[in-house]
């Protein structure tokens, strides 16, 4: 099964490309207009963005199961409430994006100016330089420089060597989901609205179903939209997995019932904006009824660090969890995911780069992050 998100300048445009490459009757997931980058995006015409499925081995050929026209019908219609807030919302955003450039970018002339660094070592300037250029944050660089520096001073081991092992040690382990048959585990997805939670569940399960052969079952409890509901429950329709909905966290119980003699229960939730107070009471409800076994908390490899720093510290109220990093595949470097290890200290899992379903995941891999984070060396 494959999932793809294809963009045309009209909904013909976009279902015509959909028709070519997945062919006639590939299944519609879901339909949305989405503004183009950038403020002057504002002032010129939606595009207009389809999702679609079709199973990889009968591309072309696809017989849908059933045909979800999401939101097919909000084309002509006049700009609501909510969409102008959701507007606002996005030119906040990225408002706040451009202070954050234009803080990137201070930082980077502070350095050219002065090039002996925060109190660096001249001779590991330029190991901060391409850590700060990594979207790695200043303090942080400098924290991971000063102790490498330790090191390095104490022993006869080169600095760059010393700087591998204190970043090594930063990145840590990576702990993916282990699940063995027979001993049920839940798994409890979480994390900001848009993040890719969902996605990031349909990949899991379909490669704990498909490709490990285990008995999975998923719970969502984000019933708040009607289309989040629809999502998963295409995924589960297309992977031919069972599915609860919980309009309760109460009704857990009676859903773990329904899956008792599953290997692995994936459970989504709904996106959480910082200070919900009353999501955080049910997400601590989902967890603990649940007897949750790992929590991921899903975060986007396009966040800023201000944004990470917020996120991280509006989910401390979970007792533990993971970090599952998504959209790598837009990030333009692997920073954001050692800035995350550091102010969270939480494990790494899996890093998802694409929309594909199942393909667009791989397990976290430290030397990976490590050899991305240590490019460019100009020294
Ligand atoms: N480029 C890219 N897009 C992704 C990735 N993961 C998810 N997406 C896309 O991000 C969008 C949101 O994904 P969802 O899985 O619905 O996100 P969510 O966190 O469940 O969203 P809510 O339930 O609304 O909070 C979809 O268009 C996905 O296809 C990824 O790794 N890379
Ligand atoms: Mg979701």
Not at 152 to 181: A, T
Request: glycine share 6%; charged share 25%.
């Amino acid at each position: 099964m494959k999932v793809k998100r294809y963009i045309g300048h009209t909904a013909q445009e976009a279902m015509q490309k959909v028709k070519d490459e997945m062919g006639k009757d590939a299944l519609i997931l879901s339909t949305r207009k989405i503004r183009q980058k950038g403020i002057t995006g504002w002032f010129k015409r939606p595009l207009i963005e389809v999702v679609a499925a079709a199973d990889e081995s009968n591309e072309g050929n696809f017989t849908p199961r059933r045909i979800v026209p999401a939101n097919a019908t909000n084309y002509a219609s006049p700009v609501r409430q909510d969409d102008t807030s959701k507007v606002l919302e996005k030119l906040e955003a990225q408002i706040s994006n451009m202070g954050e450039i234009l803080n990137k970018l201070t930082s980077g002339f502070k350095i050219m100016e002065n090039h002996a660094g925060p109190g660096i070592k001249q001779e590991y300037v330029p190991y901060y330089e391409m850590l700060v250029k990594n979207e790695v944050n200043e303090g942080i660089a400098k924290d991971i420089i000063e102790k490498a520096g330790l090191i390095h001073e104490r022993s006869s081991v080169d600095f760059e060597r010393c700087l591998k092992r204190v970043l090594m040690e930063h990145i840590g382990p990576s702990r993916p989901l282990e699940v063995s048959p027979g001993s049920r585990k839940v798994v409890v997805f979480v994390g900001p609205t848009g993040v890719g939670k969902t996605t990031s569940l349909a990949k899991l399960a379909a490669i704990f179903s498909i490709q490990k052969q285990m008995k999975v079952g998923l719970i969502t409890a984000d019933t708040y939209r009607i289309a989040a509901v629809d999502q998963l429950k295409i995924y589960a329709e297309i992977m031919e997995i069972p599915l609860s909905i919980l309009y309760s966290p109460r009704e857990m119980l009676a859903a773990l019932e329904e899956h008792r003699d599953k290997d692995v229960i994936f459970v989504d939730t709904a996106g959480k904006s910082i200070r919900d107070r009353a999501q955080e009471k049910e997400i601590l409800e989902l967890i603990s009824l649940s007897k949750a076994d790992e929590v991921y908390l899903v975060l986007s490899c396009n966040t800023s660090y201000s944004g990470c720093l917020n996120i991280i510290k509006s989910y401390s109220f979970l007792p533990d969890y993971k970090l599952l990093f998504t959209k790598m595949d837009e990030a333009s470097n692997y920073g954001v995911i050692l800035n995350c290890r550091y102010i969270s200290g939480k494990p790494l899992s899996y890093i998802a780069t694409g929309q594909s379903v199942p393909d667009d995941i791989e397990v976290a891999d430290p030397n990976k992050l490590l050899s991305c984070i240590m490019k460019r060396v100009e020294v």
